[in-house]
């Protein structure tokens, strides 16, 4: 019944941009917090952006000044804009929200930052 779906992921040269997006179905979208993460092969899975419901954000330092979250509530959409891409930026990019009691998970993204 949930679902979140990502897309937008692909190859970037560092210094360059890509806009991700997370379209969810089956909960009230707009009353939710929502999530970015990204793993890479042998890291843990780290929490890189964060948008309430009242349209406030977090980021890590490791992102600041280069990634913005934003939300359509009408779309039931979230999005991450990657701007000044990094090698080390490289991960498969995952849209995560708690609702109902537990976290749900879209599929994921892969991101390669490489020249």
């Known amino acids: 019944q949930v679902r979140l779906v990502e897309r937008g992921g692909g190859l970037a040269q560092p210094g360059g941009s890509l806009r991700l997006s997370c379209a969810t179905s089956g909960i009230n979208f707009k009353i939710y917090t929502m999530n970015w993460y990204r793993q890479s092969p042998g890291n843990e899975r780290e929490l890189v952006a964060t948008i309430n419901s009242d349209g406030s954000t977090n980021y890590p330092d490791s992102v600041q000044g280069r990634f913005t979250i934003s939300r359509d509530n009408a779309r039931s959409t979230v999005f991450l804009q990657m701007s000044s891409l990094k090698p080390e930026d490289t991960a498969v990019y995952y849209c995560?929200?708690?609702?109902?009691?537990?976290?749900?998970w879209g599929q994921g993204t892969r991101v390669t930052v490489s020249s």
């Open positions: 995560n929200t708690r609702a109902r009691g537990q976290p749900f």
